[in-house]
């Protein structure tokens, strides 16, 4: 018998060819197999029928680990035998299929990492050091097929011991394409700020020693540089919360090892199953009560973000130093993505840093870090990114038409739907400025490129003035796409929908801001969703509250409190108390209190739920000014784990309104009776209460069984179990995100399978 077969999925860069040669070899079929440029593997198979059998049931149960198979065409062949033996060909350039993916970066095997320790070994002590199983990937590949000629890697010709290795089909290294050692591959080295190389024996252990003696270095990993320093040490830190502009917000970790991490956060076993995945993301974990890392890491919070070493150079830093964990802050310069290139390093982070580790392999793609938290033992994406991007989230449907997403402003990513395939990109950040606008568009073409993807429909947000929605206009003009505007709450209720495959929803949709059907500022919505429709129904919010000022107000929580307080009470003297809380002190709080008065008709007014936690951490003076996205409603939660419900407030719904205006007076009216803590905890039941209750309400009326928690508010893990509770006790099933972002990086999946899937 002779017959071709294509297999689809992540197969190429990961130890697919090598395994499909030993697999054929043992049971005694001729032919070859090659990589395909549409990222796909072909293999021709000559043999007994039998033999074909037992090679097809090896082919799906003993594939390697990081090889994902979404699809075999299997096609019989006529004619006869071509083949005496079995042999792995040069890759074609054919692109016939679609949907295919390279696979994600993926930390160091234990292979190599015993390697690495081996004083015998070839590869001891090389920073690295990778086989056919572990190193980057997405990071280093420009284009299809995945050779080394298409790769980063291709300056690095292999040296004689590396190429033996990579020609012997029993080798770990068979045909790896990053396989590189001391002789052959990349180089790292030491440089002062200004870029003057400092000689040392050991560039990655020095700056290990230089890290824990207190000095600022920028470190180049595989999706572009960190910026590292203690975590003890006062001096660097305070340094790099003034480079960064940064002076609240967390700094992540990385910690030299599991038991490091334990010393001073609580780690369960969903949570150690991340720490230590081939991914190794970013895992928020809850501070031990002995937390004793600077309070400088993550000022006022209740958890703090650590990673692992996900590369041999991560774990060399640590080698000849005691310390347990250095910061590993992402260098991107404010609204700017993170930096790659060696001399825009040297330009951009120069002034900030005082030495540069380097290496001299160029990163084709930036990656962030993925950055996870657990709830309870379910996993929710703050962000997705390096480990993860660019393997795609299967839907259990093929889509209508070839549709991407592209996202929102703030925490974005675009997405590419491909039939049942939705490729998320790697995290593109904030596009409100020309270089991460930049950033989308080249990112967004290489996913479709790299998808082999034939696009019919663009899809964005309704906002008109999004750098994005812009862009989507853009492009539908210039390639004859279709357009569709998303609402941005109804796309991250569709996000939900397709990724637990379900059809019809009441979904919750929660977060800061999204521009309404209305054009008005939405953000605690309940909204009916299905599947096949591109319309939805808003089915009830929060009260409207007034956001006086605008972006202002986002900034200065004070203001909202003062606005939603003054439709109940006079705060003139609360206002004067915390005049020096506003950037313009007693002339500020004397203009709020009139313009409270005279224009209340004219003040925008905003559904969001994320200011209702605004106006009470400034309430309870947990925060007075908004540093970064999300500060007032991760410091209200950090307060409220240690607290109980004390207020006992029953939600107040009017109609399809739930009342935010009176829960709050009581927290103003409470604040010295009782700890902040108690009345944080009370914010959340009485809102978590409320939309859980009246979406539950709403999905009984409808006939819905399903009712979903999405929007970036539900990262928040209390929030989370209070609704879980009320849905559940009225039978439905509940629903969040667990491969997804809940936040906007969740967005531009809703937005594709809104405009993949739905009628127009
Ligand atoms: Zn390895
Ligand atoms: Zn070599």
Known sequence: ?????????????????????????????????????????????????????????????????????????????????????????????????????????????????????????????????????????????????????????????????CLKEYEDPVNRRFHAQTVACPTCGPKAYLTTRTGRAVIVQDPVREAGKLLSKGNIVAVKGYGGFHIASSVTLKEPLLRLRESKHRNAKPFALMARSLEAVESFAEVNPKEQELLTSPARPIVLLDKKPQYDLSELVAPNLHNVGVMLPYSAMHYMLFDQVSDRAFVMTSANPPNEPIVKGNEEAIRILGGNVDYFLFHDRQIA????????????????????????????????QKAKRCAIGLGGELNNTSCVLNEDKAFISQHIGDVENLSTRGFLKEATTHLIRLTNSRVEAVACDMHPKFTTTHLAKELAEKNGWQLIQVQHHHAHVAALM??????????????????????????????????????????????????????????????????????????????????????????????IESQLKTQAQRIPQTTS???????????????????????????????????????????????????????????????????????????????????????????????????GFTGGSSVNGLLTKIMRKVVEAEGLRFLVHESVPSGDGGVSLGQAVVGGFCRF
Not at 119 to 141: A, E, K, L, Q
Request: proline letters at 4%; one cysteine or more; aromatic letters at 8%.
């Open 365 to 396: 793609h930036r990656c962030d870090d993925s950055v996870t938290r657990v709830h309870v033992d379910r996993n929710a994406f703050i962000r997705r990114s390096r480990g993860y991007a660019p393997a795609p989230i299967m839907l259990n």
């Open 498 to 591: 397709a990724e637990h495959s379900t059809d019809e929803i009441v979904g919750i949709a929660c977060d800061g801001y999204g521009y309404g059907t209305d054009g008005s500022a939405w953000g605690g919505e309940i909204l009916h969703c299905t599947k096949r429709s591109a319309k939805f129904k808003r089915l009830g919010h929060l009260e409207p509250q007034p956001l006086l000022g605008g972006d202002v107000a986002t900034r200065y929580p004070i203001r909202i409190a003062a606005g939603m307080l003054s439709k109940r009470t006079s705060i003139n003297d609360w206002l004067m108390q915390h005049a020096d809380d506003l950037p313009h002190g007693k002339a500020e709080a004397i203009l």
């Open 1 to 161: 018998m002779r017959v071709k077969i294509t297999v689809k999925g992540i197969v190429q860069g990961v130890g697919f060819r090598p395994f499909v040669y030993r697999n054929a070899i043992s049971h005694g079929l001729t032919g070859y197999v090659r990589n395909r440029g549409d990222a796909g593997v072909e293999i021709l198979l000559e043999g007994t029928k039998s033999a074909l059998t037992a090679f097809l049931k090896d082919l799906q149960n003993q594939k390697p680990p990081q090889a994902r198979i979404h699809e075999i065409i299997k096609k019989d062949l006529n004619g006869k035998n071509e083949y005496a033996q079995f042999a792995i060909l040069e890759s074609s350039e054919e692109v016939e299929h679609s949907g295919s993916v390279v696979p994600p970066d993926s930390a160091i095997c234990s292979d190599c990492l015993r390697e690495l320790r081996d004083p015998t070994d070839h590869r001891f002590d090389y920073f690295f050091i990778t086989c056919v199983n572990c190193g980057p990937r997405f990071t280093i590949i420009e284009r299809l097929p995945y050779d080394r000629a298409n790769t980063t890697m291709r300056e690095f010709p292999l040296c004689g011991f």
């Open 609 to 707: 739920l994320g200011r209702v936690f605004d106006a009470a951490a400034a309430i309870l003076g947990i925060c007075y000014e908004r540093t970064y996205e999300g500060e007032a409603a991760m410091k209200l939660e950090s307060e409220a784990v240690k607290g109980k419900d004390v207020l006992d407030m029953a939600s107040v719904i009017c109609r399809d309104t739930i009342d935010t205006t009176q829960m709050l007076l009581s927290v103003y009216e409470n604040r010295d009776k009782y700890s902040k803590s108690d009345l944080s905890y009370s914010v959340h039941t009485y809102l978590a209460n409320g939309l859980a209750t009246l979406a539950a309400e709403k999905a009984v009326d409808l006939g819905v069984g399903t009712v």
